[in-house]
């Protein structure tokens, strides 16, 4: 691919971040997403 300007690029890395933290499900974190996993973590944290 490539990309024509700077703002191109920016839109497309900041979408595959966007779906890399909150849609993708990651196995390692329990097949959550990045985002839920930390949500998660700090309900614990806060019950703890």
């Given amino acids: 691919m490539v ?3 700077r703002d191109a690029i920016k839109e497309d890395v900041e979408e595959y971040i966007r779906y890399y933290n ?3 499900l990651h196995t390692t974190l329990g097949d959550l997403t990045p985002i839920d996993y930390e949500k998660l973590q700090s309900q614990v944290s806060y019950w703890a």
């Fill in 3 to 5: 990309y024509l300007t």
């Fill in 22 to 24: 909150h849609e993708r």
